[in-house]
């Protein structure tokens, strides 16, 4: 009997990273107008922007419905396996209630689990219960685990532009063009499973040092831990700035830094250019 983890592409980790942790994949649908992609799948993050930037209204995605989950289910089952189901926030999307749903005939093999984050907060996450799996833990021990530390996961992000949450309809067009002209830079962070908005910078500069203010704040990192950093976009050159003008803190504790593209569940209403970072917190 085994022990399987079973992930979103909302977590930003791809099919092929997906496959090297030895994860089952269940893709988010991102729609264009008429036309309608697999996340992760038939939709790769940098041709999510290119149509980004070429389109003039937002895509959208949908939840991962139930009878999906039960598919997966079922072959869980049948196998004699068990699984460990990591879900984006309850809040930010339909999809766990759709794997609540499917699991109601499964409670006897599948564990479920709120990640209450997404984006580079749900993959870490992801990657702890992974560690866990490889320890030789049981699928209700990584869940209870997943549980307990979910809470210690923090991730903060800086936004480029507000032209995205204008075309989305977060602010108004009014406060969008006086915050591009004033280069406001709005500093974002995902708390009690939402996005909250943590304070508006005036110019990048400021944005990385509210970042950094936000890291203190919450203890440090606990390098023992995944962590990540992100960006959105076709280029990581923002991302590659903040980390040369923050080597302090990370240069004497770890050899490299992971880096991910962050995709559409998150992209759609941040445009390209922003950048984040998610880790748990120290204890």
């Not at 992100?230 to 490299?256: C, F, M, N, P």
Request: proline residues 3%; charged residues 25%; hydrophobic residues 35%.
């Amino acid at each position: 009997m085994g022990v399987r983890i079973v992930i979103d592409s909302a977590s930003d980790l791809t099919k092929t990273q997906a496959d090297a942790l030895d994860c089952m994949y269940l893709p988010l649908k991102t729609i264009f107008g008429e036309e309608e992609y697999l996340d992760g799948i038939t939709l790769s993050h940098r041709q999510f922007y290119e149509k980004l930037v070429e389109t003039d209204s937002l895509p959208t995605t949908s939840q991962i419905p139930p009878l999906e989950y039960e598919t997966v289910y079922k072959k869980i089952r049948e196998a004699g396996d068990t699984a460990v189901v990591i879900v984006l926030s309850s809040k930010l999307s339909g999809s766990y209630q759709s794997a609540s749903i499917a699991r109601e005939d499964y409670e006897d093999c599948i564990w479920l689990v709120d990640s209450e984050n997404v984006s580079i907060g749900e993959q870490i996450l992801i990657r702890y219960a992974c560690r866990l799996r490889d320890e030789g833990m049981s699928a209700e021990q990584i869940k209870e685990a997943a549980d307990s530390r979910k809470k210690d996961v923090r991730v903060i992000a800086l936004l480029n532009t507000l032209e995205y949450l204008r075309r989305g309809g977060r602010i108004s067009g009014a406060a969008a063009l006086a915050g591009n002209l004033l280069s406001i830079k709005p500093v974002i962070a995902i708390t009690n499973g939402e996005v909250a908005i943590l304070g508006k910078a005036r110019g990048s500069r400021n944005g990385n040092n509210m970042i950094q203010e936000e890291l203190a704040r919450s203890g440090g990192v606990d390098f023992s831990m995944p962590f990540c950093l992100g960006y959105t976009g076709l280029d990581d050159s923002l991302l590659q700035k903040y980390i040369a003008d923050h080597e302090d803190l990370w240069k004497s504790r770890v050899d490299e830094l992971p880096i991910t593209t962050i995709g559409s569940t998150i992209g759609t209403h941040t445009g390209p250019g922003s950048i984040g970072v998610s880790f748990f917190a120290a204890r």
